[in-house]
């Protein structure tokens, strides 16, 4: 077992070692919260983003697909409220200079209480066994109904502060609560500001100093799909319900730009946006819930690292949100947004744009302005989901130990290595006939180098769910050992049946 606290240390170092995921402008130190995608890293995350959009387009005849510009109009931005409300609430240490978002530093305190209600609550599992009741425990144990009444009342009071934009209140509640800072130590606080997170830049030869000219590096892919509304409802013959969905890059001007790839500066959106009748959305934020966690648990991963977490605070534009969080190696944290986003985007969009933002309804013979349901997910934050999932470290009978990534086979980056097992005696140019006939169906690595026990281990290292071996019996009998790799099981197939024994397992 690795502790927790190396475990993160490992996997990122791993990700960098396999050609993964690589910090961004590596040659010059890095950009910080900027990563690129190495060999391995690109073929994972096209599978992640192809995997998505069957699942969404190819699986729903009443959603289709969208590829929008970064760059829209600046007024887009006004309209979906960006421009005014995109922002975190920021904070500065005076002592160590380092910059936090005043309601994260507010989090982590309740984060701590809840760790202590966990602590009392494991305690007395143990204590009661079968007999134990969570909910009856947490009601009448004093210290835990304390903290309790201490986590709602800290929380509600943020909550209210950054709705009625009382930051000097946040501030007062960060002192009340003595947080200090994690670097220096010290309660030395600047005043709450608040910060948009949107990068804007210039189009065009207008002068730097021309505001006019100012235009901003989507934060969101959703926007795009709202301003196409009309083009896709009026090209695609759609009728409501129905959705258009989007894979894309969005920028945020991220001020606490840590964990890894979790929360990042440049990354990538799957989105789409689901168009009702006014009055069934809460029927279909419910259906998209739902859908949205069995597509998660499709790929096989424990259920237990998954959770709801229902919003109280809601954004400006929702009447309902809920994210399903997932147990990253730093703890439940949110994977996926689903919102029912009312009609507050067209309507800002037809007021703003003057074009009327509706739908015809044949059945009723009367327009209106559909409500939204919208799924998000990071394309990035489901590679770290799915990475860190898949990573292990295996104490094998012999004493050593093997790194093993065990990504869904669906989504694994090669599918298969092809293996002679020496590289003389016909072994090679068997593998390469063997290999030209798997390479047209999934993508597949030959590997000739190294004793084949390192060559296996390496491709466990890749997550390579199939090794194929090329021996002297392939020659006499046109079979191969196919080994597994989680179980790491061998079994003789017949090479005309190779492609078919691989596929069952996808
Ligand atoms: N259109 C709605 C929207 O953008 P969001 O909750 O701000 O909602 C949706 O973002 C998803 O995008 C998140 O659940 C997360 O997976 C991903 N995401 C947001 N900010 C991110 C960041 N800085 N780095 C990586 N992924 C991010």
């Not at 998660?296 to 969080?325: M, P, Q, V």
Request: hydrophobic letters at 35%.
């Amino acid at each position: 077992m690795i502790k927790q606290e190396d475990f993160f240390k490992k996997l990122v170092a791993h990700a960098r070692e396999y050609g993964y995921v690589y910090p961004s402008s590596d040659i010059y130190d890095g950009m910080s919260a900027v990563y690129d995608y190495g060999p391995y890293g690109v073929e994972l995350k096209n599978n992640i983003r192809q995997y998505w959009w069957q699942s969404m387009v190819q699986f729903h005849e009443n959603i289709v697909g969208l590829d929008s510009a970064i760059f829209m109009h600046p007024t887009i931005w006004k309209a979906s409220g960006h421009v005014d409300a995109f922002n975190d609430p920021l904070i500065d240490n005076k002592e160590s200079k380092k910059r936090y978002r005043a309601d994260v530093l507010i989090e982590d305190y309740v984060s701590k209480v809840e760790a202590k209600v966990e602590k009392e609550a494991q305690k007395a599992a143990k204590r009661f066994g079968d007999a134990f009741d969570r909910a009856q425990f947490e009601e009448t144990h004093p210290r835990v109904s304390e903290y309790r009444r201490q986590i709602s009342e800290i929380t509600n009071r943020m909550n209210t502060s950054l709705e009625n934009n009382d930051l000097a209140d946040v501030k007062r509640l960060i002192e009340e609560l003595e947080i200090a800072c994690p670097v220096s130590g010290s309660r030395n606080w600047t005043d709450v500001r608040q910060f948009n997170l949107m990068f804007s830049t210039k189009m065009g030869s207008l002068s730097q100093d021309d505001d006019s000219a100012v235009v901003y590096l989507r934060p969101e892919t959703a926007q795009g799909i709202f301003v196409n509304f009309l083009n896709v409802l009026k090209s695609s013959r759609m009728k409501v319900p129905f959705g258009i969905a989007q894979v894309g890059k969005a920028f945020r001007n991220e001020i606490v730009a840590r964990q890894f790839i979790f929360r990042m500066r440049e990354f990538e959106q799957m989105e789409m946006q689901y168009f009702v009748k006014p009055g069934s959305e809460m029927e279909w934020y419910d259906y998209w819930k739902q859908k949205r966690m069995e597509w998660h648990l499709s790929l096989g991963i424990d259920a237990g690292k998954f959770r709801y977490h229902d919003h109280e605070k809601l954004s400006h534009y929702a009447n309902a949100a809920t994210d399903i969080e997932f147990l990253f190696p730093f703890g439940f944290k949110e994977l996926e947004g689903i919102h029912s986003r009312t009609d507050f985007d067209l309507s800002a969009h037809q007021q703003f744009s003057g074009k009327k933002m509706q739908y015809f309804d044949p059945e009723l013979n009367s327009s209106y302005v559909p409500y939204v349901v919208e799924t998000s997910i990071g394309l990035d934050r489901m590679f770290l989901a799915i990475l860190s999932d898949a990573y292990q470290e295996e104490k094998l009978e012999d004493g050593s130990v093997r790194t093993v990534l065990r990504i869904p086979p669906k989504l694994a980056p090669v599918k298969a290595a092809v293996l002679p097992l020496v590289k003389k005696d016909g072994l090679p140019e068997k593998a390469r006939e063997v290999m030209d006939v798997l390479k047209t169906q999934f993508h597949c690595q030959y590997d000739e180098k190294d004793a084949i026990g390192r060559r296996y281990r390496r491709q466990d290292a890749i997550g390579t769910p199939f090794a194929i071996t090329i021996d002297h019996q392939t020659l006499s009998e046109n079979s191969v050992t196919l080994r597994e790799r989680d179980s790491m099981k061998q079994q003789r197939v017949d090479i005309e049946s190779l492609t078919t024994v691989i596929h069952q397992n996808f």
